[in-house]
């Protein structure tokens, strides 16, 4: 059982409202009269020769709008930060006037921040739209040109994440004073329920925002809040990103037992995957979790522990063990009481891996931000969005390396079109959390995996049972037009077999 079953959600209003607001709607591009225009190309009673400089005048108009908007939001920002810095040096009796002033005043930069982002969405779907109906009427081919063109222009290089980390650490210092450093430590096994949700791309930001107002953003390394160290010469530093980059290799054997197990909910039922943060580097995690029913007296649990790179291929093969990095380890102070604990869980993720041929056979890579404490474990969100899914090419024992890490064809990568939230607690969940389920963003994926969903696209042949949801129109990589939205790099970093009208938001209609 969840926390969250049984709880109804509202239904969020449409975007394009904002095409009526009175502040963004004189500036959205005028699509009744580039409807016009067509129309009057498709009846002969005009040319395009003017079209695509047409579309350049509007382009300049949107840029101009939204450089002044984000400005005016980092002014707001910077200005909000000095005062919150100077609210703690009052006495006790203002500070909460003060404070609650300040939280109202954030909030309403956190709501233009977001219109200004749906406000850039609509108008590259409007622009593409357009375009789009350009080719359609005259035979030119100008759709996918035109994408490369305008994800260079400055409405579509906002740096959205600079502005939301600003928000989260002003939220943070807000709620819990001016703190000193906190580093936060991840365990290396986790026992929190776990509730799954899909977040549409057009209420990534809204979301992610309306979490930081209760739960900071967590960045490695990073320490949460406002601090005077933070603010260089006066100026917050905007040009920092919330997420980092996630890549994990999944294992099984040509029979996809791990997959059937998983999805069967097998007691006991295991998924080994090795995983890195950045690019490939110097060391990965080896990671396995554990499914355990609820009338057993355990929890499902995610193991893990850390390797070398370059000992991974060896591992794998069975030719190498966790013994024999053990004085290695040891003299670089790891304790005896977490090599013990490593070195069982590395002899039994081996011996999973060569009793049943495991074998790498899916990667998912994609973009986490991580909402958490440093100080608690308590409540974790986090957000993966970007989400790619690759089937692996199978690397023989004599390749140098266990894992392909050049390109792959394109057959073999797709895109998932959701955002996927988790929502991760060792206890009953706070207000605000329900709040944020029964919001109407967030639709209820139970028990959704990224492994199972890529295993059902790229291995057809070899499973017996789909997954619940993966026929579920709002995840079909082959019908996600009507759920698509504009990030930065969509269009030109689209795949090249997929058309590029699954990247135009339907809600858009032109003529």
Same mark, same amino acid.
């Given at each position: 059982?969840?926390?969250?079953?049984?709880?109804?959600?509202?239904?969020?209003?449409?975007?394009?409202?904002?095409?009526?607001?009175?502040?963004?709607?004189?500036?959205?591009?005028?699509?009744?009269?580039?409807?016009?225009? &067509?129309?009057?190309?498709?009846?002969?009673?005009?040319?395009?020769?003017?079209?695509?400089?047409?579309?350049?005048?509007?382009?300049?108009?949107?840029?101009?709008?939204? +450089?002044? +908007?984000?400005?005016?939001?980092?002014?707001?920002?910077?200005?909000?930060?000095?005062?919150?810095?100077?609210?703690?040096?009052?006495?006790?009796?203002?500070?909460?006037?003060?404070?609650?002033?300040?939280?109202?005043?954030?909030?309403?930069?956190?709501?233009?921040?977001?219109?200004?982002?749906?406000?850039?969405?609509?108008?590259?779907?409007?622009?593409?739209?357009?375009?789009?109906?350009h080719d359609q009427a005259t035979g030119a081919q100008a759709t996918n040109w035109f994408a490369a063109r305008i994800d260079q222009e400055f409405l579509c290089k906002v740096n959205f994440d600079g502005l939301l980390m600003s928000i989260s650490d002003?939220?943070?210092?807000?709620?819990?004073?001016?703190?000193?450093?906190?580093?936060?430590?991840?365990?290396?096994?986790?026992?929190?329920?776990?509730?799954?949700?899909?977040?549409?791309?057009?209420?990534?930001?809204?979301?992610?925002?309306? &979490?930081?107002?209760?739960?900071?953003?967590? =960045?490695?390394?990073?320490?949460?809040?406002? *601090?005077?160290?933070?603010?260089?010469?006066?100026?917050?530093?905007?040009?920092?990103? %919330?997420?980092?980059?996630?890549?994990? =290799?999944?294992?099984?054997?040509?029979?996809?037992?791990?997959?059937?197990?998983?999805?069967?909910?097998?007691?006991? $039922?295991?998924?080994?995957?090795?995983?890195?943060?950045?690019?490939?580097?110097?060391?990965?995690? &080896?990671?396995?979790?554990?499914?355990?029913?609820?009338?057993? %007296?355990?929890?499902?649990?995610?193991?893990?522990?850390?390797?070398?790179?370059?000992?991974?291929?060896?591992?794998?093969?069975?030719?190498?063990?966790?013994?024999?990095?053990?004085?290695?380890?040891?003299?670089?102070?790891?304790?005896?009481?977490?090599?013990? *604990?490593?070195?069982?869980?590395?002899? +039994? &993720?081996?011996?999973?891996?060569?009793?049943?041929?495991?074998?790498?056979?899916?990667?998912?890579?994609?973009?986490?931000?991580?909402?958490?404490?440093? *100080?608690?474990?308590?409540?974790?969100?986090?957000?993966?969005?970007?989400?790619?899914?690759?089937?692996?090419?199978?690397?023989?024992?004599?390749?140098?390396?266990?894992?392909?890490?050049?390109?792959?064809?394109?057959?073999?990568?797709?895109?998932?079109?959701?955002?996927?939230?988790?929502?991760?607690?060792?206890?009953?969940?706070? $207000?605000?959390?329900?709040?944020?389920?029964?919001?109407?963003?967030?639709?209820?994926?139970?028990?959704?995996?990224?492994?199972?969903?890529?295993?059902?696209?790229?291995?057809?042949?070899?499973?017996?049972?789909?997954?619940?949801?993966?026929?579920?129109?709002?995840?079909?990589?082959?019908?996600?037009?009507?759920?698509?939205?504009?990030?930065?790099?969509?269009?030109?970093?689209?795949?090249?077999?997929?058309?590029?009208?699954?990247?135009?938001?339907?809600?858009?209609?032109?003529?």
């Open positions: 059982m969840s926390y969250f079953d049984g709880l109804k959600a509202r239904k969020p209003p449409p975007i394009t409202n904002l095409v009526s607001d009175s502040r963004f709607a004189p500036h959205f591009v005028s699509i009744d009269n580039w409807a016009k225009k &067509i129309r009057e190309v498709e009846h002969g009673r005009r040319d395009m020769d003017d079209f695509f400089p047409g579309l350049d005048v509007e382009i300049q108009d949107l840029n101009a709008f939204v +450089e002044g +908007e984000y400005q005016t939001l980092k002014h707001s920002l910077n200005f909000i930060a000095q005062r919150v810095l100077a609210v703690f040096h009052q006495s006790e009796s203002k500070q909460k006037s003060s404070i609650a002033l300040l939280q109202k005043q954030l909030d309403v930069i956190a709501e233009d921040l977001c219109n200004l982002e749906t406000f850039v969405g609509l108008n590259v779907m409007f622009l593409m739209k357009i375009v789009l109906r002003l939220y943070f210092t807000l709620a819990h004073g001016i703190t000193g450093s906190s580093s936060w430590n991840p365990p290396d096994s986790f026992d929190r329920q776990t509730t799954k949700f899909w977040v549409k791309p057009e209420h990534l930001l809204r979301v992610k925002l309306m &979490i930081a107002k209760h739960l900071p953003v967590l =960045v490695w390394g990073q320490d949460q809040g406002i *601090s005077v160290k933070k603010i260089m010469n006066g100026q917050l530093n905007f040009n920092t990103s %919330d997420a980092s980059l996630i890549t994990s =290799v999944y294992f099984d054997n040509d029979n996809c037992q791990q997959y059937h197990n998983r999805l069967t909910r097998e007691e006991g $039922a295991t998924l080994i995957r090795v995983r890195w943060y950045g690019n490939y580097g110097r060391n990965v995690f &080896i990671e396995q979790k554990t499914h355990h029913e609820a009338w057993v %007296d355990q929890v499902s649990v995610k193991e893990r522990f850390q390797m070398e790179s370059e000992h991974v291929k060896g591992y794998l093969l069975g030719t190498k063990t966790y013994k024999d990095w053990i004085p290695k380890l040891r003299a670089k102070g790891v304790s005896n009481e977490t090599l013990a *604990s490593n070195w069982a869980l590395a002899n +039994e &993720i081996a011996k999973n891996i060569q009793t049943h041929d495991l074998h790498p056979v899916i990667r998912t890579v994609y973009l986490r931000t991580a909402f958490q404490l440093t *100080s608690s474990n308590n409540v974790r969100i986090s957000l993966d969005t970007k989400i790619q899914f690759i089937k692996e090419i199978v690397k023989s024992n004599s390749d140098p390396e266990w894992v392909h890490l050049g390109k792959v064809p394109s057959s073999s990568e797709l895109t998932f079109p959701l955002g996927v939230l988790e929502i991760k607690l060792h206890d009953a969940p706070p $207000a605000w959390v329900t709040d944020l389920i029964t919001s109407g963003y967030l639709i209820r994926a139970d028990h959704f995996s990224k492994f199972q969903h890529a295993m059902a696209i790229f291995y057809p042949r070899n499973i017996s049972l789909r997954p619940h949801w993966f026929d579920n129109p709002i995840v079909n990589i082959n019908a996600s037009g009507s759920h698509a939205w504009y990030t930065v790099g969509a269009l030109t970093h689209a795949q090249t077999h997929k058309p590029i009208h699954l990247y135009v938001y339907n809600e858009v209609k032109l003529g």
